[in-house]
């Protein structure tokens, strides 16, 4: 069996019962283009398929876990109104959800920013290792967008979900976030993937049938909370933002198909004195 499969934009490393699956676009912090979320769908089908793997561990390769979903691609071809917009942020939301709903445990070992998508991927791990540089945070609304994946209020509460969100937070550190209860352990950066490797170790020593019923008990009480109406109901809510449009996600997209995302960072950042 080829322990690396044939991706373009993520790598599979299979370490006996833990498949170490890495963001892999790193010239571009490893965005998920809507290329990268088709891979993630498919390596989570071989994960759910393949009784030889027990524990997922999923990172970024070079300096990030990831910014979230490509707005290159938006800037691209931006969709245009809500039945454009459906079938992109449908399956946004179904890539990151994914790890929440996979039947086998999953560790984020979160190596740099994980802002936005990026955010709400590390938060739908079951288990999120931090290195103390990493930084996390959900800037949509500075840049006219919607949070596509609303984990915020069902991880740290309402109150804080609010000012994460409202404010366009993306400079949260390791630590703010752990406090937070985003992430269950910040180590140095060096340690993130060994921390979290020696965690799936432990978890891949567990019988499988075990691991997945005690995952589905957790899960379950969250369903019953009625976490999975909630959250279908924030991605309809956020179809109608991207549908009918802000003029700053228009402007924003102009800035960056003209100067770069460099360029429409600083345009965003001068609106709000940053």
């Known amino acids: 069996r080829p ?4 991706f373009d934009t993520i790598t599979i490393d299979r370490q006996n019962a833990i498949w170490l699956v890495t963001l892999n676009r790193p010239e571009r912090l490893n965005a998920m283009s ?4 088709l891979e993630i769908d498919s390596a989570c089908d071989m ?32 969709p245009q109104g809500v ?12 890539s990151v959800i994914r790890f929440w709903n996979l039947t086998k445990p ?3 070992a979160v190596n740099g920013p994980a802002l936005a998508g990026g955010c709400e991927l590390a938060m739908a791990c079951d288990i999120t290792i931090a290195g103390n540089s990493a930084t ?19 991880i740290v509460g309402p109150k804080k979900a609010k000012e994460i969100a409202f404010l366009g937070k993306d400079q949260l550190s390791a630590q703010e976030a752990c406090d937070l209860g985003m ?36 899960n379950e009480t969250m369903e019953i909370a009625g976490m999975t109406r909630a959250l279908e109901r924030s991605l309809e809510i956020d179809l ?22 460099r360029g429409a960072l600083a345009w965003r950042d001068r609106r709000f004195g940053g």
Not at 63 to 78: I, M, N, R
Not at 83 to 94: G, I, K, M, S, Y
Not at 241 to 261: M, N, Q, V
């Open 3 to 6: 322990k690396n499969m044939k």
């Open 34 to 37: 809507q290329k990268m979320l």
């Open 47 to 78: 994960i759910e398929e393949d009784t030889s793997c027990r524990v997922v561990v999923l990172t970024g390769s070079g300096k990030a876990f990831t910014p979230g979903f490509d707005l290159q691609d938006q800037a691209a071809k931006t």
């Open 83 to 94: 039945e454009a917009w459906r079938p992109v942020l449908q399956r946004n939301f179904n």
């Open 106 to 108: 999953t560790i984020a």
């Open 136 to 154: 996390f945070g959900e800037p949509e609304v500075k840049f006219g967008a919607g949070i596509v994946i609303m984990l915020l209020p069902w």
């Open 183 to 218: 992430v269950n352990q910040v180590v140095s950066d060096d340690e993130v993937l060994p921390t979290a490797l020696g965690m799936a170790r432990a978890m891949a020593v567990v019988d499988p049938m075990v691991m997945r019923r005690t995952k589905q008990q957790i």
């Open 240 to 261: 109608e933002l991207e549908g009918e449009g802000s003029i700053d996600k228009k402007t924003f997209l102009e800035e960056l198909r003209k100067g770069g995302l």
